[in-house]
Structure formats: C-alpha cells, structure tokens
C-alpha cells in the first residue's frame, strides 16, 4: 500500500526499509567498474572467488575474532541465500529448528522451505527482547537441529551479551545441536559496545555453528548480493554443492567489489554508523517523549521496536484498534507514515521503525506520530 500512496505522488514517509540509505561508497563502486573493464565477467568457482573466501577470513579474524581457512567458506547471493543453504544442508524433514524471537521473518519460512517445523521462542520486552538459556532449553526436544540466533537483532535492535551468548552456547553444545549465528549487522554497534560473534565462544562452539555475514548492511551493499558463511570444512563443502547445483556463485562483478569492501580502509563504515548512531540517539529521545508510546533504547542495526499496546481495545478514527496491524495500517492511512507491524516477527503490540532513513524524514515522521495520535 506504501508504495501505491507513493506511485500515486502522495506524501508518505517510510521507514519500513531493511537496508542503509547510503550509496554504496566510491572505492567499491570503483572496484566492480573495474572488474568490468579488465574483463573479469566469467564464471567463478560455484562457492566464491578464493580471494573473496581470503577476504572474509581476514573480516572474521578482525571484526569478529575468530580464525576459518578459506575452505570453511561459503560464498551466496547474500546474507539471506546463506541462511537458506545453511538451513537446506542440515535439516531433514520433521527436524525442529528452534528460532529465538522476536525474529526477521524469513527465519520461519526459509525453515518450512527446507521440511524442517519452525519452534519459536519469544523474549518481551522486559527481557530487553532476549531469550533466555533457560528458554531455549526448554524448547529443545530430541528432535531439535538448529537454534536460529541473530545479533544484533532486526527487528529488535538488542545485542546479546558476551555472558547471555555464553550461556545459549553452553545450552547449544550439552544439547547436541547446530546453531546458525546471523551476524549481519555485526559492524552497526553503537556506544562502543562490544561484538560477541558467537563462534568466538570456543572450538566446540565453532565447530557447531553457521557464521552468517555480508557486506550488505556494513558496506551499504543490499543490491550487490554477496554474502558469507562460515563452517566446519564438511558443512561448507555440502553449502557448496547445493550452490554448484542451483544458482552457483553471485555475480562476478560483484564478487570484485566485495573484495574491496573487505579488504579496502574500513572508514567509511565508520561514519555509517557514527550517522546511524545519531539517528539511534534522535528517534528515541523524541518518540518517548510522545503520550501513549514508548520504545527501549537498541544497541545495534538500524530499528527501534515502538510499543504500541496502551492503543489495543481502543478507538481511532472511529475505527478499532485489535492489534499492531490494525494500528499500522491506520497510521498510513490517516498519517502517512509506513511502518512494520510486529506480528508477523512473533512481537505483538510493536511498530518496527528503520532509522535507516534522513534526519529529516525521522522528524518528519515523529511530527506525524504525534498529530495521528492527538486527533485520534
Ligand atoms: C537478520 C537479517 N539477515 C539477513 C538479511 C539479508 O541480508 P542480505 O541482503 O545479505 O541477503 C537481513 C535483511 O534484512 C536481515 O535483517
């Protein structure tokens, strides 16, 4: 509906976009002209340049403190392919993966795709939207395959700590089952909080984990499509059949750029996340300071979770409000602002907002927000 208010020449303002709102920067863009003209158009090994494998190790040993080969990679058309071949590897039909949630809603239907039966297990808010061990232990049955972990999370924004990781690995490993660890936004952390990858954790825990990465959100890089996994060497080498078999590896060109975007200075990543710490500090300040709404203070990626509950069983615009659904489709209607209803990602009773948009558009935005709810 968004995009039909838009199409229309409506003045809508969005913030239901998943990627940055920069443009990919220069030297990476230079890097995939570049591959074009030096003729490098031809196929690459189905799992990815070795060069690019080389580059990821070299990202993981410094962003994420752990050491792979570049036999333990695999490279996919993005962070998402990677899931999908991850979870098609280990799953047989009838296999539970357990998804702690709330949780990018992929998840559950790239886990259906693959035969197994999706099990989520939801943090509230109290818990800061972070499932506990105890939680997760309680969900695992003989049965269980895989633990679905995100962090930092979309859509909650939360970073599982070095302590809560620990004790999900410890769960993981007396357990007896895989975990795919989807790292994408490790670089978007604010405060100078620390990143925990979880395959950092131990050679048990490594040996049992699928590291999901990419240059997608770090590198404002959506459209390029490439992204990494890492895994033990007989894990990686199946992910790389399945590639060889279906879609064999991403662009050539893009697999180029990529390259630079590992390898290259890493401060333009910097100034993304300094800009979307702005955005963070900006979009929460002012939205608690609105009646009736409220929203925890994330520490990674680019969302804010925006409680919405005081509004259910109520009337607005004459109209009932049952759920988040209901509220997010009468604020685009009535207001004009396009939001992510939290339903669907096992949160009810949230509005997911991306800051991954201008300043301008964010005040913009909360304006609405405030006259939606006064002339309710
Ligand atoms: C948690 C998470 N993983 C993966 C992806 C997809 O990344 P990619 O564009 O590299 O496929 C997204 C995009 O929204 C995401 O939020």
């Given at each position: 509906?968004?995009k039909?208010?838009?199409?229309?020449?409506?003045?809508?303002?969005?913030?239901?976009?998943?990627?940055p709102?920069?443009?990919?920067?220069e030297?990476?863009k230079a890097?995939?002209?570049?591959a074009i003209?030096?003729?490098?158009t031809?196929?690459?090994?189905?799992?990815?340049?070795?060069?690019?494998k080389?580059?990821?190790?070299?990202?993981?040993?410094?962003?994420?403190?752990?050491?792979?080969?570049?036999?333990?990679?695999?490279?996919?058309s993005g962070?998402k392919?990677?899931?999908?071949?991850?979870?098609?590897?280990l799953?047989?039909?009838?296999?539970?993966?357990?998804?702690?949630?709330?949780?990018?809603v992929?998840?559950?239907?790239?886990?259906?795709q693959?035969g197994a039966?999706?099990?989520?297990?939801a943090?509230?808010?109290?818990q800061?939207?972070?499932v506990?061990?105890?939680?997760?232990?309680?969900?695992?049955?003989?049965n269980?395959?895989v633990?679905?972990l995100?962090s930092?999370s979309?859509?909650?924004g939360?970073?599982?700590?070095?302590?809560?990781?620990q004790?999900?690995?410890d769960?993981c490993?007396?357990?007896?089952?895989?975990?795919?660890?989807?790292?994408?936004?490790?670089?978007?952390?604010?405060?100078?909080?620390?990143?925990?990858?979880?395959a950092?954790?131990?050679?048990?825990?490594?040996?049992?984990?699928?590291?999901?990465?990419?240059?997608?959100?770090?590198?404002?890089?959506?459209?390029?499509?490439?992204g990494?996994?890492?895994?033990?060497?007989q894990?990686?080498?199946?992910?790389?059949n399945y590639l060889?078999?279906?879609?064999?590896?991403p662009?050539t060109v893009?697999?180029?750029?990529?390259?630079?975007?590992l390898?290259?200075?890493?401060?333009?990543?910097?100034?993304?996340?300094?800009e979307?710490q702005?955005?963070?500090d900006?979009?929460?300040?002012r939205?608690n300071r609105i009646?009736?709404?409220?929203?925890?203070?994330?520490?990674g990626?680019f969302?804010?979770?925006?409680?919405?509950?005081?509004f259910i069983?109520k009337?607005?615009?004459?109209?009932m409000?049952?759920?988040?659904?209901?509220?997010?489709?009468?604020?685009?209607?009535?207001?004009?602002?396009a939001?992510?209803p939290c339903?669907?990602?096992?949160a009810?009773?949230?509005?997911?907002?991306?800051?991954?948009?201008?300043?301008r558009?964010?005040?913009k935005?909360l304006?609405?927000?405030e006259?939606?709810?006064?002339?309710?």
């Amino acid at each position: 509906m968004y995009k039909q208010m838009k199409a229309r020449g409506e003045d809508v303002v969005g913030f239901g976009a998943g990627e940055p709102d920069f443009p990919t920067p220069e030297r990476i863009k230079a890097a995939g002209i570049a591959a074009i003209m030096g003729d490098h158009t031809r196929y690459t090994p189905a799992s990815g340049l070795p060069s690019l494998k080389e580059a990821a190790c070299l990202r993981l040993k410094l962003d994420c403190g752990v050491e792979y080969t570049p036999d333990q990679i695999v490279v996919a058309s993005g962070a998402k392919h990677n899931v999908y071949i991850a979870l098609m590897t280990l799953c047989n039909p009838g296999d539970e993966v357990v998804i702690l949630a709330p949780y990018w809603v992929s998840y559950s239907e790239m886990v259906q795709q693959a035969g197994a039966v999706p099990v989520i297990v939801a943090a509230t808010e109290a818990q800061q939207f972070k499932v506990s061990a105890a939680q997760l232990e309680a969900a695992i049955t003989e049965n269980t395959k895989v633990v679905m972990l995100n962090s930092p999370s979309n859509p909650t924004g939360m970073v599982y700590s070095r302590e809560e990781l620990q004790a999900i690995a410890d769960v993981c490993v007396r357990r007896n089952v895989y975990v795919i660890a989807d790292e994408i936004y490790c670089n978007l952390i604010y405060d100078d909080l620390e990143f925990v990858s979880f395959a950092s954790l131990g050679e048990d825990v490594k040996e049992r984990t699928i590291l999901i990465n990419g240059v997608s959100k770090s590198y404002a890089m959506t459209g390029w499509r490439v992204g990494y996994a890492a895994a033990n060497k007989q894990i990686a080498k199946v992910m790389g059949n399945y590639l060889s078999h279906s879609t064999s590896a991403p662009s050539t060109v893009s697999q180029y750029a990529a390259i630079e975007a590992l390898t290259g200075t890493q401060e333009d990543i910097d100034a993304m996340r300094l800009e979307f710490q702005e955005r963070r500090d900006h979009l929460v300040e002012r939205m608690n300071r609105i009646e009736g709404v409220s929203c925890l203070r994330p520490q990674g990626a680019f969302y804010v979770m925006m409680n919405m509950e005081s509004f259910i069983g109520k009337e607005m615009y004459g109209q009932m409000i049952h759920d988040d659904v209901d509220f997010a489709k009468l604020f685009l209607e009535k207001g004009k602002v396009a939001t992510v209803p939290c339903s669907s990602f096992a949160a009810p009773g949230y509005i997911r907002w991306s800051y991954a948009t201008s300043m301008r558009e964010i005040d913009k935005g909360l304006d609405r927000l405030e006259q939606f709810i006064k002339n309710a």
